[in-house]
């Protein structure tokens, strides 16, 4: 928690008076009792009607103080809390889109969410909950341990014990309770995954008619969550009766004792009633003690999954943004070789591309042909060997500079709510309708613009869009701007082949370099160079005719996609 505290910037005198106004209260609850006493002895022992009105008349009068200056206290408190989980939930999703993908999979999709959305909420009410308690409480349980000294200094040792047992008491209950709180925060991740799956899945799901399976790993999931919540909560229960117990028998102990000093004249019954008062207002403070401790267990756990991401270590980066756009060579491979975790996925790939020249990858399915494309476009890094970009090595460029100059079409095709418009500018804002529109028409997607129009509505993840055509829209997105090279990871897979054709001839007029992913021979087959993959190694390099000829895995994807032709 201490470290977020930086997230408090711009709120300072709010973070300040908050506690302030909340002492103040205190101060104003703390001398009822001792008015309560002063009628009790004088004003009713005398029968003096005006002298209890008086009094009672400051009562509601500081009553009506307390209330007022409380409630500025919440404000406060309710809105430094607010803008401190704004700030952090704004760092925590900047962070996300910072990371490297790898540091993404590690951590999980699911539970970024988590930690974006509960873990944060969780931390802000720590904040607000801190804010209205972190002077008020302490200050009443030692005022009232003060007052009841100077009423009787023998019974409020009863006070003293009182408040040692339940601090006990407290820090015993919060002993248990943590570490089921902590689990119970892993179990929200896992439910988290699995609603995210079964509703990303939700056709697939249906298709097979395995609801009823998805449905009890669902359950297994909510069932641990849930066993892990009661667990806590049925420990944290027994913290208010064992508090009741505690706190009645010192008040029977402070009648006990207190009455015999009252029978011998020692001490009045206003004083009396007082020292129960205080010790009433501090049992319930310290009831809230165990609250607070419970909250702020609970917070710490989501700070430091939420810390956890702050602190995650951010992609090196180059700071060269100029790239020589002219370069003879747009592209370089050399004995790269990369694992996501085990055994390399790639191994030893190598070659070289030149400007306005075309590269085709094929090879079957796990073959390591987008790990490639996800090398050359910085998602990972290479394990061995180097990847240059335009006669420099691509790890010395600012990332995001490089990135202005390639196009890239994802394997699989992600449009945004939105329209087609705000879809095909997220790749260049700037870009003039005329621009878009010749876009869709290299990506043939005349006939989307045609049926919709640029304004044209896209529901979230393109649920009104055919397959073909959410990828050409991502096809299009990458041709709204012009780029040195351009990578298209399997972007013609949902498309039929007369179309597919269409668009790899309409990307001859199309000037830059270009990269082919497939596993249709008919998306390679027209490159200058292909290269053929198999177990994340280069098995055959060269053109549509040599590999015919000399790669016996091309040749047997020819034969297979054109029998029966």
């Known amino acids: 928690m201490i470290k977020l505290l930086r997230f408090l910037k711009g709120h300072i005198p709010a973070t300040i008076a908050a506690p302030l106004c909340k002492l103040i209260e205190a101060i104003a609850e703390l001398a009822v009792p001792m008015i309560v006493a002063t009628v009790i002895d004088v004003g009713i022992a005398n029968g003096d009607k005006s002298y209890v009105i008086k009094y009672c008349a400051i009562i509601g009068v500081l009553a009506i103080f307390g209330f007022l200056i409380s409630i500025t206290g919440q404000y406060l408190a309710s809105k430094v809390a607010l803008g401190y989980g704004t700030r952090i939930r704004n760092a925590v999703f900047a962070k996300v889109n910072r990371l490297s993908v790898s540091a993404c999979d590690k951590i999980g999709g699911a539970s970024l969410v988590t930690r974006i959305t509960g873990d944060v909420i969780n931390c802000q009410n720590a904040l607000n909950m801190f804010l209205r308690l972190v002077l008020r409480m302490p200050f009443v349980v030692i005022g009232a341990f003060v007052m009841s000294m100077i009423i009787d200094p023998v019974l409020s040792l009863m006070f003293l014990a009182m408040t040692v047992v339940l601090g006990a008491t407290i820090a015993s209950v919060l002993r248990l309770t943590m570490p089921r709180i902590k689990r119970a925060q892993t179990n929200l991740d896992e439910l988290s995954r699995t609603t995210s799956e079964s509703i990303a899945g939700a056709r697939v799901i249906r298709a097979f008619s395995t609801q009823r399976k998805a449905k009890q790993t669902f359950d297994d999931a909510a069932s641990a969550t849930a066993r892990t919540n009661i667990g806590a909560a049925r420990i944290s229960a027994l913290l208010t009766p064992l508090t009741f117990a505690v706190v009645n028998l010192a008040i029977i102990a402070v009648l006990w004792f207190g009455g015999g000093k009252v029978n011998i004249g020692s001490l009045s019954q206003g004083k009396t009633i007082a020292l129960i008062n205080y010790l009433n207002q501090a049992f319930f403070v310290i009831v809230n003690i165990g609250n607070v401790f419970s909250v702020f267990t609970r917070s710490a756990a989501c700070a430091s999954r939420v810390n956890e991401v702050l602190d995650a270590p951010?992609?090196?980066?180059?700071?060269?943004?100029?790239?020589?756009?002219?370069?003879?060579?747009?592209?370089?491979?050399?004995?790269?070789?990369?694992?996501?975790?085990?055994?390399?996925?790639?191994?030893?790939?190598?070659?070289?591309?030149?400007?306005?020249?075309?590269?085709?990858?094929?090879?079957?399915?796990?073959?390591?042909?987008?790990?490639?494309?996800?090398?050359?476009?910085?998602?990972?890094?290479?394990?061995?060997?180097?990847?240059?970009?335009?006669?420099?090595?691509?790890?010395?460029?600012?990332?995001?500079?490089?990135?202005?100059?390639?196009?890239?079409?994802?394997?699989?095709?992600?449009?945004?709510?939105?329209?087609?418009?705000?879809?095909?500018?997220?790749?260049?804002?700037?870009?003039?309708?005329?621009?878009?529109?010749n876009a869709l028409a290299l990506a043939q997607a005349s006939e989307l613009l045609a049926s919709h129009g640029l304004d044209g509505e896209i529901s979230g993840g393109g649920k009104n869009l055919s397959g073909g055509q959410r990828q050409r829209v991502s096809i299009a997105r990458s041709l709204c701007r012009e780029n040195v090279l351009y990578l298209f990871d399997d972007a013609t897979s949902a498309l039929d082949y007369k179309t597919e054709r269409n668009f790899i001839r309409a990307m001859d007029t199309v000037p830059g370099a270009k990269i082919f992913v497939s596993q249709r021979i008919s998306a390679v087959s027209g490159c200058d160079d292909i290269i053929v993959l198999d177990g994340g190694q280069i098995v055959g390099h060269g053109t549509h005719e040599n590999l015919k000829r000399d790669c016996p895995l091309y040749a047997e994807f020819c034969a297979s996609q054109t029998e029966g032709a």
């Not at 010395?396 to 709510?417: F, H, L, T």
């Not at 418009?421 to 003039?432: D, M, R, V, W």
């Open 314 to 437: 951010l992609p090196e980066n180059g700071v060269k943004t100029e790239i020589d756009t002219d370069a003879p060579v747009v592209l370089a491979l050399d004995g790269v070789s990369f694992a996501y975790d085990g055994d390399y996925d790639v191994r030893d790939i190598s070659f070289t591309l030149g400007a306005n020249k075309t590269l085709g990858i094929i090879g079957g399915t796990g073959s390591g042909k987008s790990t490639i494309i996800s090398l050359i476009e910085g998602f990972y890094k290479p394990d061995k060997g180097s990847i240059e970009f335009c006669g420099t090595n691509a790890a010395e460029y600012d990332i995001a500079a490089m990135r202005k100059v390639i196009g890239y079409v994802p394997q699989r095709a992600a449009v945004i709510a939105g329209t087609i418009e705000t879809n095909l500018k997220i790749a260049n804002e700037n870009a003039s309708r005329e621009t878009l529109e």
